[in-house]
């Protein structure tokens, strides 16, 4: 019997260890991949307060030996079932253990949708970014294409634009979904927008260095020469298998100012959070809030 468990080891998942277990509670954390989460996978974080340039890798395992130090219990396993209702909740693992908690916070993050074209894995940190906050400041004075037409995309293209030579929005319709507001920005700005099409390929060596375009509308390919592409086309959630937490339209858990979801007991944080902003900073905030409810009371 845990006081708190924490789904998920992402940059959310590892601050509420810390800040549970230094509030002393007893604390298992469950993952089922690797320590990090979206996270690791960034070559070079810049924005993280205090940190003037790591890795996602290095700062994700410095907060586990964090956690390990205060007295964390890592369990690396898959969830084959969750029960959150009544005063002990209980989460059963692939492997048939079963671990009960007084109080369950869920950390189980968000994955950015993928084009799902040629090379994008092997340009991923090589040119291939979904974050234009987080990996936009090494395209300074560079050329970039932003993939999509909603809000994100809009946003990222924009901001981009005060950092990039030129900057590309690429949309499969002929009107984006943005707000009428971005819209009517991005048509004030020098954004270029490239309309009806899709990406096709991804080119390059080392680094990506050409975008492979095709009109839908006349099967007709184009070329355009970048040195970075933004993805832009939603986040999915890892919000399945908890049943009766309240959810967003867009799948995201839904909670108050201190990370209560509508259960009893159970706290969701970091990206599966409904939130405006998704960062390392605000997941960690996050954590850090959750498990002070918890070791407080509130």
């Given at each position: 019997m845990?006081?708190?468990?924490i ?9 509420a260890?810390?800040?549970a277990?230094r509030g002393g509670l ?12 979206q996270a690791q996978?960034?070559a ?7 940190i003037?340039?790591t890795?996602?890798?290095?700062l ?5 030996n ?8 890592f ?12 005063e002990?909740k ?13 109080n369950?916070i869920?950390a189980?993050g968000?994955n950015a949708?993928?084009?799902g074209?040629p090379n994008e894995?092997k340009f991923?940190?090589?040119g291939?970014?979904?974050c234009?906050?987080?990996?936009g400041a090494f395209?300074k ?5 932003v ?7 809009a946003?990222?293209?924009?901001y ?6 030129k900057v ?10 943005a707000?009428d ?7 004030k ?5 490239v309309w ?5 390929n ?5 680094k990506?260095?050409q975008?492979?375009?095709k009109?839908i509308k006349t099967?007709?390919?184009t070329?355009?020469s970048?040195d970075?592409?933004?993805v832009?086309?939603?986040q999915t959630?890892?919000s ?8 967003s339209?867009?799948g995201?858990?839904i ?9 009893d007991?159970v706290?969701?944080?970091?990206d599966?959070?409904e939130?405006s902003?998704r960062?390392?900073v605000?997941?960690c ?6 498990a002070n409810?918890?070791v407080?009371?509130?």
């Amino acid at each position: 019997m845990y006081d708190v468990v924490i789904i998920g080891a992402g940059p959310a998942g590892l601050s509420a260890g810390i800040y549970a277990c230094r509030g002393g509670l007893k604390v298992a954390i469950i993952e089922n991949k690797s320590v990090g989460g979206q996270a690791q996978t960034a070559a070079d974080i810049q924005n993280y307060p205090g940190i003037k340039s790591t890795s996602g890798f290095d700062l994700c395992y410095a907060m586990m030996n964090q956690c390990i130090e205060f007295g964390a219990e890592f369990v690396f396993d898959s969830i084959a079932s969750v029960s959150l209702v009544g005063e002990t909740k209980t989460i059963g693992l692939a492997s048939g253990n079963v671990v009960e908690a007084k109080n369950v916070i869920i950390a189980s993050g968000a994955n950015a949708r993928k084009l799902g074209v040629p090379n994008e894995s092997k340009f991923i940190g090589k040119g291939v970014s979904y974050c234009a906050t987080c990996d936009g400041a090494f395209f300074k004075g560079k050329t970039v294409a932003v993939i999509g037409g909603g809000n994100t995309a809009a946003e990222d293209a924009l901001y981009l634009e005060k950092l990039a030579k030129k900057v590309y929005m690429v949309h499969r319709r002929d009107a984006l979904r943005a707000d009428d507001i971005l819209v009517k920005r991005l048509e004030k700005s020098g954004v270029e927008i490239v309309w009806n099409s899709v990406v096709e390929n991804l080119d390059g060596e080392d680094k990506i260095t050409q975008l492979t375009l095709k009109n839908i509308k006349t099967d007709t390919l184009t070329t355009i020469s970048v040195d970075g592409v933004f993805v832009a086309i939603g986040q999915t959630p890892n919000s399945q298998g908890f049943e009766n937490v309240s959810l967003s339209s867009g799948g995201y858990i839904i909670t108050d100012k201190n990370m209560h979801t509508n259960i009893d007991g159970v706290y969701a944080v970091g990206d599966v959070r409904e939130k405006s902003l998704r960062q390392v900073v605000t997941a960690c905030a996050d954590g850090a809030i959750a498990a002070n409810a918890i070791v407080n009371g509130i």
